[in-house]
């Protein structure tokens, strides 16, 4: 088979260079066929001789469309780039090799699981991809900007280096902010025994405090028993199962778990992220040997829908003007729930302009399954392989995009940015905070 | 030279092709065992949906949006397997063979069908040459797979309408449609075999594990 | 339990606190604590804005404060807090603060006799553990500290540092190890890539952790130590209650877990999962929270899995005080379960707190959940009343009477009650 004609504008990552000095053949060859045979099995071995090399999975790919259907795109050259030869060459490849690896799952591809679905025989090439990750992780060949996240993850258990007093100190000062606009809410530190425990993803005390402040604000109008940990465990994201760290992966969704078992809670209520959900729903209880999380995890998603439907939350004056909303992947294609999001959009929105293709047929905004974690010296290419997406926006003609994940939400803002097109980003949660009605009695005395 | 493709040979092809594809799909549930969430995952209900979206034409939304293909290959596929089944010809054999028969086809239809699959196969071979996607994956092995399928269709439409040198056609005929048989387990061409698996995975991981569709 | 011996096993039942009058009297009541001897209730209260106090029974501290939280009794029944005065935060023990201001103070721990009152500090930046409001010396300065003990008799404190300052994204000086282990303010030697589940045994004579080699290479390290084993990936470890030299801890290795003690494989079964390994009191016997195959969950007591399985999870073991039972609380369907030596033991729950038992291992006891209210449960049926708040039972020394305290109608109840009543 002829190599795949790639036309690329170099890239410099730091750690992938070093790491392509450093790697011995010896140590690649070992740990491919290393994981080839002993974390790999009927799965891999069945979609690698049942793929007829149809192409049809090009169709569905972003990455593809947006870059003027460049072959080298296509998910099915991505694993003829990587596995194929893998295999074929029984792990004996060059440094070189493993880094264009490391370009190809990490950097060029969401995991996003469209084509997947378009794949006539459903053979989940994202799944491919993530052993292709599992193999450069564990070989070190990972984007910088990515592994440092993995190190964060692995050193403070959250995603963005927060330390623990940190941590504690920005809910309490989120909550007196929440009181400003309910003087009574309260975030219940350490509550056990409260009908749900809430976690975020690390950006959220980092950069976004203001999110943990509505949501103590949210949760004081629909009067809902809750709790947030003080300890680590409250961080339920997980760029580890991304790079392909799966042991670290594993270690974070342990103890976010057991953190909820610890404040018996009933339920985990986890903000607006969706690698977030799938880690914590999904990958992270499948490799400890939960079919499902132990204490079960609800998705903002399905939060709010649950407090807008059964009327805990009434909205007071819906948001005016065309808003319309971006599908996130994991939550929506993988975890259906792309009812309950149109349902919360026409419920808080004047006019909820719908996206084309919606629901699980959507595009990726293309900063998920950690791309948009891979950092600056990526970003280029991946705003350009988002051309197709800027354009469904623009068709929509909204004035803003809500982003009920904070992966699309960067990846957005990237797109509103590199494409120009003047339309705002928001959280759902925040379009909530500006429409739900507050009880009188919740609201400030007057002086 | 007869006698013997359409005596001891098939006996082979049969024996390689039903021994192989049991030994295949044996092989590839224990070492689906062996990866020991695949299993738990699976739901026959959500197996079946997916099964049903994906066999009937048209009740997904990606063969929608690919009129021409789902066509194209839906009449290849269902001529490909009816057509040799029920061609008059081949049930005489079984008949003589087995004294076992069953219904067939109007000889004016099979021919049609294998028109059809001979079709699909150049299909298929143009796809392979133009697509800029499909030839940067295909190799020698994607030829010799639709040489392999198309043969015994094209030397059959020749042996029926007895063109030219009917007995070395007819040798060729069974020849080919024997290797097509014998290379099913062992090749690519497995994805007759593994189709309903891969499927009812997907479709399980994505309906029973993850609350959402796959059509 | 502290001085348990001394506590008043006679009174059969005190209501100690009217909590319902908190309410009516503060703007808001926060959950409630008690004393380990069941004497004492608390709940930190708002009494305006930005104005806190924490009522202690029918009285409250003297003086409030801006903020409070994490109230915690002593095990000598001293209630401490964490609070702030003019935005500087300290330890507050029964109303009065520490001298020293920190930039931030938090993770309250506790020597056994509750005399040494510890917790993670931080002043101008810099972190260390603080007993009784002196703060440790350290020759390295602190970037962070993930988790810390001190021993039951408080002589000695163990935290997980970082001792290396790193910059942004520094890959190398990350993989060559900022991480350490900080005992009584003196760092180990070496650091390491990262460091896990840091336990000290009883007598406080040796401190174990997991560490992380490189990106996956795991292993367990003895007082700095390590084993000569290195695995795919570790759990935290665990001492011999007898003998500070055993460690135990589940090992990662070809895809499978395993239990190993001293660095050496002892239960020759792999498991799917493999969690919480626990000894008996004497130290003969083990056991853990095991999956034999995925998604079935089960105990296994030195190595054999029971043959009952639970769909969703199970919690860490218990033995009952000879070491001849084993209890554990296990999920299925939704439900969680009372389930001893393989056999589930009465109704399930909407929760179910950790295990008590018996002395003579007849009856096990816990605090349960249903329907929003909390109960008693013996051998996994509702024994008392439906309580508002409820904590977990405690039995005599003699084993003859079970303290039970909780909120019933609003009003704070320490009850004793025969063991053969219940």
Known sequence: MKPTIVKREPVVDEAMDQCEARLTEEEIEKVINEVIDKETGGRLWTYINTCIHCGLCAEACHWYLSNDRDVSFAPVTKIKDTLWVMLEKKGKVDAAFIKRCSQISHTECNACRRCGMYCPFGIDIAYMILVVRRICAKLGMVPLYLQDTVHSHAATMNQMWVKPDEWIDTLQWQEEEAQGYVPSARLPLEKEGAEIMYSVIGPEPKFLAQLLGNITVIMKVAGLDWTMPATAGWDNSNMAMYSGDFEIMARVERLHHETAQRLKVKKIVMGECGHAFRGAEYDGPTWMGWMKPPIPIVHAIAFYYDLIKSGRIKIAKKIEGPITSQYPCNVIRNAGLGSKLRYIMSAVCEDFVDLIPNDRHAFCCNAGGGTINCGPPWKKIRVQSAKLQSENFKRTGAHTIVTPCHNCHSGVEDIVDGYKLGMHVKFFSELLIEAMEIPEHLKPKEE | ?215 | MFNIESWDWESKEKMLADTAKWKDKFEDVWEPYISQDGEKIASIVKIGEGEHNIAVNEGTWEEPFEKIWYSRFSPDGRLTALITKDMEWTMAVDGKTWEQMYEYIWDTKFSADGKIIAATTKVDSVYGITINEKTLECPVQLESIASHVISPDGKISAAIAQTVPLGQADLDGFLKGSWSVVVNGKPWKNNFVDVYGLTMSNDGKNIAVEYRDSICEYGILVNEKPWNEKFACTWEPVFHPKNSDEITAPVRQWGQWFLATNGRIVWDNGFYSLLYPTYSPDGNNIAAAVAPQFAKWTIAVNGQPWSVTFGECIQKPCFSPDGRKVAAIAKDKGNWLLVVDGAVLGEAFDNIWEPVFSPNDDKVICKVEKNGKYAIAVNGKIRRNDYEALWNPVVSPDGTKVMICGVEDGKYYRKVVPLSDI
């Not at chain 2, 098939?10 to 020991?36: C, D, H, P, Q, T």
């Not at chain 2, 293909?69 to 003589?96: G, M």
């Not at chain 2, 030839?135 to 309408?161: E, M, Q, R, W």
Request: some cysteine.
């Open chain 2, 1 to 215: 030279m007869y006698e013997f493709v359409s005596g001891p040979l098939v006996w082979i092809a049969f024996i390689v092709f039903i021994g192989g594809s049991l030994y295949r799909i044996y092989n590839m549930l224990s070492i689906s065992k062996k990866e020991k969430v695949v299993f738990p995952h699976m739901s026959l209900k959500h197996s079946l949906a997916s099964l049903v979206h994906w066999v009937i034409p048209f009740n997904n939304q990606y063969m929608r949006k690919r009129p021409i293909f789902t066509i194209v290959s839906f009449a290849f596929h269902i001529c490909l397997l009816i057509a040799p089944i029920f061609l008059l010809a081949h049930v005489i054999l079984w008949d003589e063979s087995w004294n076992m028969s069953w219904w067939t086809i109007p000889e004016a239809v099979t021919d049609w069908m294998t028109i059809i699959v001979i079709i699909g196969c150049i299909f298929f071979l143009y796809r392979r040459l133009t697509d800029p996607v499909v030839k940067n994956v295909t190799d020698g092995s994607d030829y010799l797979l639709l040489a392999i399928t198309a043969l015994p269709f094209i030397t059959g439409f020749i042996a029926y309408h007895q063109l030219f040198a009917y007995n070395t056609i007819l040798i060729l005929h069974i020849l080919t449609g024997e290797i097509m048989l014998i290379a099913i387990p062992f090749t690519r061409l497995s994805h007759m075999l593994f189709f309903v698996f891969t499927r009812s995975y997907f479709g399980s991981e994505q309906g029973h594990v993850k609350n959402s569709k796959d059509w």
